[in-house]
C-alpha cells in the first residue's frame, strides 16, 4: 500500500516514521525544504524519544520531499498531519488544511483516502470533503475523507502512536473504513469507528477532559495550601478510584503544550459560534491562565520586587522529555521578571536554544548545567520537571544560592528532603518547609 502523510511536525513525522515501521512505503510532504533534506538524511528534525532510532530503521520504506504532486499523485492514503495553530479569537486556524486539500485536489490520479489526523473542529471534514470536490482535477476519481484524530504526548509519542490507547477511526463509509483498518492491521489497539463529527469530537473532549482534570487539581491545590491540605496525599486518596484515576492529578503551574491550551479555546470558541456556552471548559481556561503565574506570586513574599535579584530558572519546556516551549508556563514568567529588572540564570537541558531565540539574551545568562544556575541565586523557581532536576541533591541549592529560597511548580521534591537544611521550599498544594515569616 503507498502511503504520503502531509507535514512533518509531531503528529506528521511520527505517523510517517511508524507507518514505514510496520513495512508501509511512506513519502512523507512537507514545504520546508532545509527540513527535508535534514530528514533525506535520516536525521529528525524534532527532538522526540525513541524517534531518531526508528527513523534509522526504516529509511528504506521512507521518502522525503517538497514535491507534493508526485507524493500524492499515486497515493492510496494521504494522512493529513499540518498544524492547526490557534487563531487570536481562539479558533483553530485551518490554512494549512485547506492548503493540502487543495494539493490534494489537484495531484490525486487514482482512488484514496484523505485521512485527517490534525485536530480540527467539528463538521471540518465534511467541509474538507466538499472542497476537494469542488477543486478536483481528476473527475474519475473517488476522493474519500476520513478522521483519525492522534492522541500522542510529546516526548511518548513513539510509543502513543504504536502501542495506542485506542485508534478511532471517523467515517461513515465502508471503504475508507476497511482501508484504515487494513492500515492499522499491525497496530494492536482497540479500533473503534464511529461517525466523522464524532471523530473530531473524541479528540476535544478527550484533550479538554483531561486540561479539565488538571485545572481542576490546581484548583484544590490552591485550596489545599490555605487549609493547610498535602495536594499529594490528597490526589494519592483520590486517584486509588479507578473511576477517577491516578493520572492527570499532577498539581503545578498549569498546563502548556501544543495541544490543550488551543484545544480548549477552540471548543469554547466552536460552543460560542454556536450560541452555546462550555462553562467547564471555559473554567479550565481561566484557572490555567492564572496558575502559571503562581510561582511569582508566592515569590513576592520573599522580595517586594525583583530589581536586580538573580533568579535561577530550572526548566523552560512546557514538560520534561522535549524541547518544545508552546504555552510553556517559562514563556510568560520571564519576560515579567525581566520587566521587574530581574537577572536570570536559565537552564534547561534540551529547550534552551529555543527559548534564547525567543527571549534574547539581555540580562540572561544561559548555563549548561544546573550548578552554574544557582550560583549567587537570590531564588530559585522550577518550572520544569527534568529529571535532572529530580535528582538534585538539594543540599546544593544551599551550598551555591546567595538566599536558598526554592520555588517548586512541579513538585519534584518529597518535602522531607527540605526538613532541617535551611532552605526555604515551596511547592503547589503542599506546606512550605523552613519558610521565613
Ligand atoms: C497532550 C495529550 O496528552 C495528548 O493525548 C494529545 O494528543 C496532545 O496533548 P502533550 O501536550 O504532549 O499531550 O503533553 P501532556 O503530557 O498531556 O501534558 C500537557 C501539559 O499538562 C504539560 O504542560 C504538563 O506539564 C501538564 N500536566 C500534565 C500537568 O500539569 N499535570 C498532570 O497531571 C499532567
Given at each position: 500500500?503507498?502511503?504520503?502523510?502531509?507535514?512533518?511536525?509531531?503528529?506528521?513525522?511520527?505517523?510517517?516514521?511508524?507507518?514505514?515501521?510496520?513495512?508501509?512505503?511512506?513519502?512523507?510532504?512537507?514545504?520546508?525544504?532545509?527540513?527535508?533534506?535534514?530528514?533525506?538524511?535520516?536525521?529528525?528534525?524534532?527532538?522526540?524519544?525513541?524517534?531518531?532510532?526508528?527513523?534509522?530503521?526504516?529509511?528504506?520504506?521512507?521518502?522525503?520531499?517538497?514535491?507534493?504532486?508526485?507524493?500524492?499523485?499515486d497515493?492510496?492514503?494521504?494522512?493529513?498531519?499540518?498544524?492547526?495553530?490557534?487563531?487570536?479569537?481562539?479558533?483553530?486556524?485551518?490554512?494549512?488544511?485547506?492548503?493540502?486539500?487543495?494539493?490534494?485536489a489537484?495531484?490525486a490520479d487514482r482512488d484514496c483516502?484523505?485521512?485527517?489526523?490534525?485536530?480540527?473542529?467539528?463538521?471540518?471534514?465534511?467541509?474538507?470533503?466538499?472542497?476537494?470536490h469542488?477543486?478536483q482535477k481528476n473527475k474519475d476519481i473517488k476522493i474519500y475523507?476520513?478522521?483519525?484524530?492522534?492522541?500522542?504526548?510529546?516526548?511518548?509519542?513513539?510509543?502513543?502512536?504504536?502501542?495506542?490507547?485506542?485508534?478511532?477511526?471517523?467515517?461513515?463509509?465502508?471503504?475508507?473504513?476497511?482501508?484504515?483498518?487494513?492500515?492499522?492491521?499491525?497496530?494492536?489497539?482497540?479500533?473503534?469507528?464511529?461517525?466523522?463529527?464524532?471523530?473530531?469530537?473524541?479528540?476535544?473532549?478527550?484533550?479538554?477532559?483531561?486540561?479539565?482534570?488538571?485545572?481542576?487539581?490546581?484548583?484544590?491545590?490552591?485550596?489545599?495550601?490555605?487549609?493547610?491540605?498535602?495536594?499529594?496525599?490528597?490526589?494519592?486518596?483520590?486517584?486509588?478510584?479507578?473511576?477517577?484515576?491516578?493520572?492527570?492529578?499532577?498539581?503545578?503551574?498549569?498546563?502548556?503544550?501544543?495541544?490543550?491550551?488551543?484545544?480548549?479555546?477552540?471548543?469554547?470558541?466552536?460552543?460560542?459560534?454556536?450560541?452555546?456556552?462550555?462553562?467547564?471548559?471555559?473554567?479550565?481556561?481561566?484557572?490555567?491562565?492564572?496558575?502559571?503565574?503562581?510561582?511569582?506570586?508566592?515569590?513576592?513574599?520573599?522580595?517586594?520586587?525583583?530589581?536586580?535579584?538573580?533568579?535561577?530558572?530550572?526548566?523552560?519546556?512546557?514538560?520534561?522529555?522535549?524541547?518544545?516551549?508552546?504555552?510553556?508556563?517559562?514563556?510568560?514568567?520571564?519576560?515579567?521578571?525581566?520587566?521587574?529588572?530581574?537577572?536570570?540564570?536559565?537552564?534547561?537541558?534540551?529547550?534552551?536554544?529555543?527559548?534564547?531565540?525567543?527571549?534574547?539574551?539581555?540580562?540572561?545568562?544561559?548555563?549548561?548545567?544546573?550548578?552554574?544556575?544557582?550560583?549567587?541565586?537570590?531564588?530559585?523557581?522550577?518550572?520544569?520537571?527534568?529529571?535532572?532536576?529530580?535528582?538534585?541533591?538539594?543540599?546544593?541549592?544551599?551550598?551555591?544560592?546567595?538566599?536558598?529560597?526554592?520555588?517548586?511548580?512541579?513538585?519534584?521534591?518529597?518535602?522531607?528532603?527540605?526538613?532541617?537544611?535551611?532552605?526555604?521550599?515551596?511547592?503547589?498544594?503542599?506546606?512550605?518547609?523552613?519558610?521565613?515569616?
Amino acid at each position: 500500500m503507498k502511503i504520503a502523510v502531509a507535514g512533518t511536525g509531531y503528529v506528521g513525522l511520527v505517523t510517517g516514521v511508524c507507518l514505514a515501521s510496520k513495512g508501509y512505503r511512506v513519502t512523507c510532504v512537507d514545504v520546508d525544504e532545509e527540513k527535508v533534506k535534514i530528514m533525506q538524511e535520516g536525521v529528525s528534525p524534532i527532538y522526540e524519544p525513541g524517534l531518531s532510532e526508528l527513523m534509522m530503521e526504516s529509511m528504506e520504506n521512507l521518502t522525503f520531499t517538497t514535491d507534493y504532486a508526485e507524493a500524492y499523485k499515486d497515493a492510496e492514503v494521504i494522512f493529513v498531519g499540518v498544524g492547526t495553530p490557534e487563531k487570536s479569537d481562539g479558533s483553530a486556524n485551518l490554512t494549512y488544511v485547506y492548503q493540502v486539500a487543495k494539493q490534494i485536489a489537484q495531484s490525486a490520479d487514482r482512488d484514496c483516502v484523505v485521512v485527517i489526523k490534525s485536530t480540527v473542529p467539528i463538521g471540518t471534514n465534511d467541509k474538507l470533503e466538499s472542497y476537494i470536490h469542488d477543486k478536483q482535477k481528476n473527475k474519475d476519481i473517488k476522493i474519500y475523507i476520513a478522521s483519525n484524530p492522534e492522541f500522542l504526548a510529546q516526548g511518548t509519542a513513539v510509543r502513543d502512536t504504536l502501542h495506542a490507547s485506542r485508534i478511532v477511526i471517523g467515517t461513515e463509509e465502508e471503504y475508507p473504513k476497511q482501508v484504515l483498518l487494513k492500515v492499522y492491521e499491525k497496530f494492536e489497539a482497540p479500533k473503534l469507528t464511529v461517525g466523522r463529527r464524532s471523530a473530531e469530537m473524541v479528540k476535544y473532549a478527550s484533550n479538554d477532559f483531561l486540561a479539565l482534570k488538571i485545572s481542576y487539581v490546581n484548583e484544590i491545590a490552591n485550596l489545599c495550601e490555605t487549609v493547610g491540605a498535602d495536594v499529594e496525599e490528597v490526589t494519592k486518596g483520590m486517584g486509588l478510584d479507578p473511576r477517577i484515576g491516578n493520572r492527570f492529578l499532577n498539581a503545578g503551574i498549569g498546563y502548556g503544550g501544543s495541544c490543550f491550551p488551543k484545544d480548549t479555546k477552540a471548543l469554547s470558541w466552536l460552543a460560542r459560534f454556536n450560541d452555546k456556552e462550555i462553562r467547564t471548559v471555559r473554567a479550565a481556561i481561566e484557572v490555567n491562565e492564572s496558575q502559571k503565574f503562581k510561582l511569582v506570586k508566592k515569590a513576592k513574599k520573599y522580595y517586594d520586587d525583583f530589581l536586580f535579584l538573580n533568579i535561577a530558572i530550572l526548566g523552560c519546556t512546557f514538560k520534561p522529555g522535549t524541547d518544545d516551549l508552546r504555552e510553556a508556563p517559562s514563556l510568560v514568567n520571564v519576560p515579567l521578571l525581566l520587566e521587574d529588572g530581574a537577572h536570570l540564570r536559565i537552564w534547561d537541558p534540551v529547550g534552551m536554544e529555543n527559548f534564547r531565540k525567543r527571549i534574547g539574551e539581555k540580562n540572561i545568562c544561559y548555563c549548561n548545567t544546573i550548578e552554574e544556575a544557582l550560583e549567587d541565586a537570590d531564588l530559585c523557581l522550577i518550572f520544569t520537571e527534568w529529571d535532572e532536576v529530580k535528582k538534585l541533591d538539594v543540599r546544593k541549592y544551599k551550598e551555591l544560592m546567595k538566599r536558598p529560597i526554592v520555588l517548586d511548580g512541579r513538585n519534584c521534591y518529597p518535602l522531607e528532603r527540605f526538613e532541617n537544611t535551611g532552605i526555604t521550599y515551596g511547592s503547589v498544594g503542599r506546606r512550605t518547609v523552613n519558610d521565613i515569616n
